[in-house]
């Protein structure tokens, strides 16, 4: 099923799932008293899907991204990430399929300030063992890609907040993942620039990127194609 409209070549496309969230519970303990981040949220991601995750600061939108993307693990429920069950996969396991297939941008970026733009967006293509010309030619063209070009050799401390969120979200799309997850992308930034970045995520969807954002950010909410609520640990409606 889709409600997009003017999609029908694309189902067959879309009906390949990415990740299924099923009954997730995420309990954090606080000086051994239990914080119930999550409540038992079912989601499923289908490539090719643009969704907009929303909801109260505290609700749970970071910790469901983390989830989805196995940078962390439930303490109840299941996430399936193409196949694959997070909950029962070693440590490295799970970061050799995040490095491969998962894009995450987070909240606060962490991009790593010695190094230079281009720099922190060939990492994650250097783990994959990629030789140094190849991989500098393709993170130069990423950061072209979200219009970086011309600040390859800055570091994250002489960039503005815009363009260090867009090398955040060149270096998550550094080895083509197969969902970008990206956590209040436009949070930090001013109407024209959150404007470029819907624009950058809409292109790249429509190339085929499936994306999945937490954001409080009504225009870029309205840029997704399905939307979710999270309130207070739960998925509403
Ligand atoms: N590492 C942690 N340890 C303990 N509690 C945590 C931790 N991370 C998150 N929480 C709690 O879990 C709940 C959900 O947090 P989360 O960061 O997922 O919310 P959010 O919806 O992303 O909020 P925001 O919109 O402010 O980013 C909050 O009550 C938060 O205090
Ligand atoms: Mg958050």
Redesign the pocket.
């Known amino acids: 099923m889709t409600d997009t409209v003017g999609s029908v070549n694309l189902e067959a496309d879309s009906d390949r799932t990415i990740v299924t969230a099923s009954d997730v519970v ?1 309990e ?3 000086s051994g008293v239990p ?4 409540r038992g949220v079912s989601l499923s991601v289908a490539e090719r899907e643009f969704i907009a995750v929303m ?12 989830l989805l993307g196995g940078v962390d693990v439930a303490t109840s429920g299941r996430v399936v990430f193409l196949g694959q069950d997070f909950g029962r996969m070693s440590v490295e396991a799970r970061a050799r399929l995040r490095l491969r297939k998962v894009g995450l941008v987070f ?1 606060r970026f962490h991009l790593l300030p010695m190094l230079t733009a281009l720099e922190n967006v060939e990492l994650p293509i250097a783990a994959l063992g990629v030789r140094r010309a190849e991989r500098r030619d393709r993170a130069a063209s990423l950061l072209a890609r979200v219009g970086l070009d011309d600040r390859l050799g800055h570091r994250p401390g002489e960039l503005s907040g815009g363009q260090r969120q867009r090398v955040a979200i060149a270096r998550a799309l550094a080895n083509e993942p197969a969902v970008l997850l990206a ?2 992308p436009t ?1 930090e930034l001013d109407r024209a620039t959150s404007h470029g970045v819907l624009e950058l995520f809409q292109r790249l969807n429509s190339e085929g990127t499936t994306i999945v954002v ?1 954001t ?1 950010d009504p225009e870029l909410a309205a840029g997704a194609s399905r939307h979710v609520e ?1 309130v207070d ?1 739960r998925i509403g409606s």
């Open positions: 995420r954090y303990r606080m914080v119930r981040a999550l909801g109260p600061s505290g609700s749970g939108k970071s910790t469901l991204l983390h909240q956590d209040e949070g937490a409080h999270v640990g």
